[in-house]
């Protein structure tokens, strides 16, 4: 990967170094600089393989599968929200804070939910369980005409 020439650049590395330590990961080179390219452009949804495009368009050498890695260690340290919308796609999100969804369906964009929505008639959990958070995700596609 190129240093960032700029002062500010390096600035961003160190920062997130920091970050990454308070969260408990160990900042290797390579989640630095992919946290650096994935929180750069603050709140946002994206998928591996987008990150993965960015990162190497930034100059950072990254296979996907790390880069896979990274942003479930980064979930798991509670740096982003995972957010499984079929099968086939999973995104990431910059937004930790609890909200809900819009997702856009033919465009396979997430868009957050701003204010409140109601639900009032949870099932009860198994057994020895208990509900940790409750995440809506509304498809929505745009109008024909």
Known sequence: ME???H????VLLERMAAELRRSG???TRQRV???RVLFASGHRHICAEDLHAEAEA???RVSLATVYNALHQFTGAGLLREIAVDGSRTYFDTNVSEHHH???EGE???IDLVGEIGIDRLPEPPDGMEITSVEVVIRVRRVAG
């Open 7 to 10: 002062p500010q650049g390096l």
């Open 33 to 35: 600089e992919l946290g």
């Open 108 to 110: 396979g964009r997430l």
């Open 25 to 27: 990961l160990r900042p």
């Open 58 to 60: 930034a100059g950072v």
């Open 3 to 5: 240093q960032p020439s």
């Open 102 to 104: 819009f997702f856009v």
